[in-house]
């Protein structure tokens, strides 16, 4: 027990109120320690914080769940920048213009099937989103509402269903490849070289886009419910796929990139 001891922070202001004392007392010592951990709702000397959508800012990851817990202890994390998020690389302009968009040609029979899965996944979603990938044609003076009924360019609302559903799906493959990852280090005891870092920055990537765009529209219950069960399906799939072969599932999710440069 003795290496696996929690601590809660407890301050006390000093009579100048200017300076924080800080005493670590082991929490499993507290008689609300097991409705503080398996509840959303904690408890602060005896008065109830809720943490609700109110206290976190449209587009933004929101503030820390210590900070909006214990308000009365600021932290490094406190403000609702999200300063606690895991570290992105910032692209310079001539870095951003040095990216050139090229697509993988098949070399084996695992790529091609990575391949074909991804072609086979967009054209079921092409037809339940609305979307058909037909160039403008050049020189063209029709409107807008003409182009919509030529097939295009989508609506708005089509935007956003595939846009939101896409992120949903977008964010499923680095975390599970992340986990998959930690529990294989653990097992072999052996460092993984910066992947399952690396892979949870792409996760956690794909999320922020998925907040950013949640900011322009409110989905419906039923279009949540959608983005339940597919991603029951998906996440499940790609764990299995991972196990049984991570080449293959990185070619898959490669794959998926390139037709998302396309559309």
């Known amino acids: 027990m003795s290496t696996g001891i929690l601590y809660a922070t407890r301050g006390a202001a000093t009579s100048l109120g200017a300076k924080m004392a800080y005493k670590r007392v082991p929490l499993y010592m507290s008689s609300a320690y097991s409705s503080r951990m398996f509840s959303s709702t904690r408890m602060v000397k005896g008065v109830t914080a809720e943490l609700s959508k109110d206290k976190v800012k449209p587009g933004s990851e929101g503030i820390h769940l210590n900070d909006a817990t214990y308000p009365q202890f600021p932290t490094p994390h406190s403000g609702d920048r999200g300063d606690w998020v895991l570290f992105h690389p910032v692209y310079t302009p001539s870095e951003l213009k040095a990216v050139k968009v090229l697509r993988h040609k098949p070399e084996n029979l695992r790529d091609r099937a990575a391949a074909f899965f991804v072609r086979s996944l967009r054209k079921g979603f092409d037809i339940f989103s609305g979307y058909r990938h037909k160039p403008i044609p050049e020189g063209s003076t029709m409107s807008l509402e003409e182009l919509r009924k030529k097939g295009h ?80 399906v998906f996440a499940n799939a790609f764990f299995i796929g991972y196990l049984i072969s991570p080449p293959m599932m990185h070619r898959f999710v490669g794959a998926l990139e390139e037709e998302a440069t396309v559309t």
């Open 153 to 232: 360019v989508l609506t708005e609302s089509q935007w956003m269903t595939r846009i939101l559903f896409l992120e949903t799906i977008a964010g499923v493959p680095g975390f599970f490849a992340a986990m998959i990852r930690h529990l294989k280090g653990l097992r072999a005891m052996k460092r993984d070289g910066g992947w399952i870092h690396t892979l949870l920055e792409e996760a956690e990537n794909e999320r922020m886009h998925l907040m950013t765009f949640m900011t322009l529209r409110e989905s419906s219950i039923f279009f949540r419910a959608f983005i339940v069960l597919s991603q029951g």
